[in-house]
């Protein structure tokens, strides 16, 4: 049987500022997004899933926000809501290796109809979480490994047999390879994030088209992560409702081509750039460059085009970093708010003090040259953060090892042993 929570009052937040992304409406009709299986995404026994989310109807039926499970309906996940009390209820449907666990029946506290806000879904193996606006919301304990071989994924249905639809606008929905904390859910909800975020394993922003205009041209939502891009199923594509529509408001948009920034190093030098997109309100851009890939600081100012326009930008470190330096554009908007792109490291030392690492890319494991009087090697994500350690006896000469990745996410890392570091890419 399901056992009644209640959402604290206190959750409700209503959110409203000045922005610029777009979201994508559901009529709560038949629309919905089918997404093709992708290694590495909903497996294992660690996952996030995040989304903003406006309802603009009363829940009448199931609305799913998200479904996937394989034909025997025993691994996968389905989050929904459904017709409880005066305003609806929210449901998580886990499917493991030990078996099914239920996080039932978060009643809304008050209507969410026209009304933004921030579902996040955690698990770590043990525990399945929920948050909502940023704010812990009920947690049950679960088991087991999440895997879904041959399923697809839908967003806004689950299938035939459950039939109901998801009526409202979704923005900016993210899947994690790992469990997310609550102050990294925090941190991040209201911005876009770049796509080399260490453990980000699909990202659909919605930004495409143009808000209630006609988009019949558009059959896909975009990946940001990976191209594995979703099939828009019953969508008309135009007007104000099953369309691309103004997502929420006060989140802070990227107003670059991610993958368009590059950062190469020159004659002693590293030459940063990157192409602007026509966003409205972005005022600035702030090339910001790090040590430890933690503690950032500005190099330079640069003004944003016209809301019209695109551009291309550049900017020179003639001082640069050794033996490696991190950079990074910022943009900030009209508002205040501020976007980050992604991370690059440049190493200004063909080869990093003696420290070696090969192959790399690298997937499962990586062959170390690791240089003399060195006992600590370690391996750091893109926020300095200690992801992998290994000790070994100091030598008086450079020493040969073996460092086990197969448990890291895909990205990039620096590995660092005494003084010396170098970068990795792990596949």
Request: with cysteine; net charge neutral.
């Amino acid at each position: 049987m399901r056992k009644t929570f209640t959402l604290l009052a206190s959750l409700c937040i209503f959110l409203t500022s000045f922005g610029q992304s777009k979201g994508l409406n559901f009529d709560g009709v038949n629309d919905y997004v089918t997404i093709p299986e992708r290694t590495g995404v909903f497996t294992g026994s660690a996952f996030t899933l995040e989304t903003w989310l406006k309802p603009t109807a009363a829940f009448t039926g199931n609305a799913p926000i998200f479904h996937k499970a394989n034909a025997a309906y025993d691994r996968g996940l389905d989050v929904y809501f459904y017709p409880s009390g005066e305003n609806g209820a929210l449901a998580i449907d886990l499917y493991t290796t030990d078996g099914i666990f239920y996080l039932y029946d978060f009643v809304l506290p008050a209507s969410w109809v026209n009304q933004w806000h921030h579902l996040a879904l955690t698990y770590d193996g043990s525990s399945l979480r929920l948050f909502i606006d940023g704010q812990s919301a009920g947690s049950t304990s679960a088991s087991g490994s999440l895997s879904a071989t041959g399923a697809v994924s839908n967003i806004g249905f689950i299938d035939n047999s459950n039939p109901g639809t998801f009526p409202g606008t979704l923005d900016e929905l993210r899947i994690w390879n790992i469990a997310r904390t609550q102050a990294l859910i925090q941190a991040s909800m209201n911005t876009e994030i770049p796509a080399n975020t260490t453990g980000l394993t699909a990202n659909y922003r919605f930004n495409q088209g143009t808000p209630n205009g006609n988009n019949t041209a558009i059959t896909t939502i975009v990946d940001q992560i990976a191209g594995n891009s979703g099939t828009l199923v019953n969508f008309a594509r135009t007007g104000t409702t099953s369309n691309f529509v103004g997502g929420y408001i006060s989140l802070a948009v990227l107003a670059l081509n991610d993958a368009s920034f590059t950062a190469t190093k020159k004659e002693g030098a590293v030459q940063l750039a990157w192409q602007s997109t026509a966003l409205e309100g972005t005022t600035y851009f702030t090339v910001e460059r790090s040590a430890n890939s933690t503690d950032f600081s500005s190099l330079a100012t640069i003004s944003a085009p016209a809301a019209s326009a695109e551009a291309a930008h550049s900017f020179t470190d003639r001082s640069p970093l050794s033996p490696v330096g991190y950079y990074r554009i910022r943009s900030t908007d009209a508002g205040g708010r501020i976007a980050y792109s992604k991370t690059l490291a440049v190493s200004m030392d063909n080869v990093t003090t003696g420290l070696r690492a090969y192959p790399n890319p690298a997937s499962s494991s990586v062959q170390l040259q690791v240089p003399a009087n060195v006992v600590l090697i370690e391996v750091k994500d893109l926020g300095g953060r200690t992801v992998k350690a290994m000790q070994i006896a100091a030598q008086p000469n450079a020493v040969y090892t073996t460092m086990d990745i197969s448990g890291l996410a895909k990205g990039m890392y620096t590995i660092t042993a005494g003084s010396n570091a170098v970068i990795l890419m792990k596949q």
